[in-house]
């Protein structure tokens, strides 16, 4: 049986290591041929504009990696408007060159839809290629939603069509699916909170030879 690594909180000193991760997962598939069609170029432009979302997330949301660096989960703070990232354009032009009209046009897309009440907007969820069908997946999604269960929120989700069935499983709800033009559909989704679940976030990925100490109850829970 695979041991699903612990999900940790990630630092700035993990900026590049998570760009790379998110470029990885990306790399081989629709979405990531429709933004950069050259595939000699593509890894470095996924990286290089991963950086730029990996820096805003940390200032105006979290980032969750696995101890081993094969997944990570991003997302923003969306409880008020978030400003885009510091000098977004000449620092995408510069990533993507004659590519980033496709990330602009994206970005533009995925914000005409986006909820304006305040929601968690879980931007990312990528697993490295090498380390899929493990369940690293689906652990991350499990303490990320026990973590907004706690604090009530809705959570706001985009992903390929077709790829929406590990989501579903965690409680998330579709909605109108968006088509690029000559390019993937997108399929956005919506997950309720369920603060009754219970009052601390769940981490199931620990490593199997690390007992976590039992935590106190309140009169609450008990």
Same mark, same amino acid.
């Given at each position: 049986m695979d041991v699903i690594p612990r999900t940790r909180a990630a630092? $700035? #000193?993990d900026k590049e290591p998570i760009a790379a991760i998110v470029a990885d997962a990306l790399h081989s598939g629709p979405l990531a041929q429709w933004l950069v069609p050259d595939a000699t170029c593509r890894q470095r432009i996924l990286t290089d504009v991963a950086v730029i979302w990996v820096e805003h997330a940390m200032f105006f949301g979290d980032i969750q990696i696995t101890d081993d660096l094969s997944a990570a989960a991003m997302g923003f703070h969306r409880y008020r408007s978030i400003p885009p990232p510091s000098n977004y354009r000449s620092r995408l032009a510069d990533a993507a060159g004659p590519h980033a009209r496709q990330f602009e046009?994206? &970005?533009q897309l995925l914000t005409q839809v986006r909820p304006t009440e305040p929601h968690y907007h879980l931007a990312?969820? @990528? /697993?490295i290629p090498a380390a899929r069908q493990r369940g690293i997946? #689906? @652990?991350?999604?499990? !303490?990320h939603e026990s973590r907004l269960d706690r604090i009530d929120m809705p959570s706001w989700t985009e992903?390929? !069509?077709?790829?929406q069935d590990v989501y579903r499983r965690h409680g998330y709800l579709p909605r109108p699916a968006l088509t690029l033009l000559a390019g993937p559909?997108? %399929?956005p989704m919506r997950r309720n909170p369920h603060p009754t679940?219970?009052? $601390? +976030? &769940?981490?199931? %990925?620990? +490593? %199997?030879? /690390?007992? @976590?100490p039992a935590r106190p109850?309140? &009169? @609450?829970q008990r």
């Open positions: 630092r $700035w #000193a046009l994206l &970005d990312v969820l @990528a /697993v997946g #689906a @652990a991350m999604l499990t !303490h992903t390929i !069509h077709g790829s559909i997108i %399929a679940r219970g009052s $601390w +976030p &769940d981490n199931i %990925a620990r +490593p %199997a030879t /690390v007992t @976590a109850q309140s &009169d @609450a």
